[in-house]
């Protein structure tokens, strides 16, 4: 029988422990879009994710410029108390004089308020973008104008193919994701090339984190690609989106086809954060997402 790690003994995140992980997250049914096995695996070279079990809750702390900070609890234990125990182990074993929880939903937020005893902040950066998957499929009425005017300009200039992403595609994405970094000088910004080592985990493991893609073929060669999967029964979360710098319209065709060709199913498709990045926050906020989905950051009080 499998055995996981039990508070305070860590560990890293790895490929084997995808089942286990994500089959805690499903039975939340959580609405942000961290709450998936993926998010945590290809980040875990940027955010170097350690976890355990406590109180039969998933906890995972990381570490980022020398700074700890743990995320979300998520399991059937009593999580204000198990927040209360990776505070303090924060700051009794981290040296962390002031421990946080980062991008704590609403859900754990109430419980924490009604245990009390913590301090919860709203960080707008981290809010969760969350679309009708209709309208994204439609673009209905004169607010989405400009969008299918981007398609329509698009149409007119390129014959093109979308694809599911595939084993025999996975190259073509591998080469526009370079190609995409050459263009916006990866190598200068380290935002970017901690962003292109999630897009390179995301498509090596693709068959392995069992995700789902979709791509655009423009004269044969792969264009454009987004990557998502089921975040909760109703909910799609789009993880990576990414388009040609010579093709900047195929992200309106991207985002609506793949909207329609995977996920039309669904209701709701969140589209993850913005980080505070003015531009996009501008994109984002151009889809005219039905509401923004709060995120806390958790202190103990005093």
């Known amino acids: 029988m499998e055995t996981y790690p039990q508070f305070p003994h860590f560990k890293p995140v790895e490929l084997a422990d995808r089942d ?3 089959g805690k997250f499903w039975s939340y049914q959580p609405e942000i879009s961290e709450l ?31 700074r700890f900070f743990a995320t979300e609890p998520v399991g059937s234990g009593d999580r204000p108390e198990v927040v209360r125990k ?56 004169r607010r989405y104008h400009r969008k299918r005017n981007h398609i329509r300009q698009f149409l007119k200039q390129y014959r093109y193919e979308y694809r599911p992403v595939d084993k025999e595609s996975l190259p073509g994405c591998l080469d526009l994701a370079a190609r995409w970094c050459r263009a916006r000088r990866c190598e200068e910004d380290l935002g970017l090339l901690e962003e292109r080592e999630a897009v390179l985990e ?27 999967e089921l975040l909760n029964r109703e909910t799609a979360v789009i993880h990576i989106e990414k388009a040609s710098p010579e093709l900047p319209s195929l992200y309106a065709v991207i985002n609506q086809q793949f909207a329609e060709k995977a996920w039309s199913k669904t209701t709701w498709i969140n589209r993850e954060e913005d980080l505070g990045e003015e531009n996009l926050r501008k994109a984002k906020e ?3 997402p039905e509401r923004l989905v709060e995120k806390f950051r958790v202190r103990l009080a005093g």
């Open 20 to 22: 286990f992980i994500r």
């Open 36 to 66: 998936t096995f993926t998010s945590f695996f290809i980040w875990r070279t940027y955010y170097q994710f350690q976890w355990c079990l406590l109180d039969d809750c998933f906890v995972a702390y990381c570490q980022r410029h020398g």
């Open 86 to 141: 990776i505070l303090k182990f924060l700051q009794a074993e981290k040296g962390e004089a002031s421990p946080t929880i980062e991008r704590v939903d609403r859900t754990l937020a109430a419980e924490l308020e009604k245990a009390g005893g913590f301090h919860l902040e709203p960080v707008r950066d981290y809010f969760d973008y969350l679309y009708r998957t209709e309208d994204l499929i439609k673009l209905p009425g």
């Open 202 to 228: 995301s498509l090596k493991h693709f068959e392995a984190l069992q995700i789902q893609g979709g791509l655009i073929l423009v004269n044969q060669r792969v264009e454009a690609f987004a990557l998502g």
């Open 286 to 288: 151009s889809y005219y």
